[in-house]
């Protein structure tokens, strides 16, 4: 990742400089000047913090953790041997509330919990 110096040209033909927030592409013509407004974010960059190169994107460590418990969990499921898996085959019915009928006048969130509430402990 290099950035601008006081060694930079432009060239006859410009230069591409990539912003330093953004890192959108931005092309200049001379480096006369001490800082320039990045044309995609609007915000007033300084001249030694523009880039000649873009910036490599990280994925963030959130992303890698997750994707690390993904593969994790496809390459257990690919080789038992290591980790036994152990089947379940009972069959767990799901709980179902029963249909509900548009009523009337529009009920207030309290009439509506408590109708699911009632709903719920008939089916316990």
Known sequence: MKKVNKYTRAG????EI???ECNAKNKVYH???SAITCGNCKGMIDKYKWLLEPKKLTL???F???KSTIMQKIHD???PEKKKIE???EYKPNIKIQSTVKPDHKPTFNEISEHIHKQYNKLK
């Open 60 to 62: 963030n460590k959130y």
């Open 77 to 79: 499921a690919f080789n």
């Open 31 to 33: 480096f006369s000047w």
């Open 64 to 66: 890698n953790e997750y």
């Open 18 to 20: 990539y912003c330093s």
């Open 12 to 15: 006859n033909n410009g230069k």
């Open 87 to 89: 089947w379940d085959n």
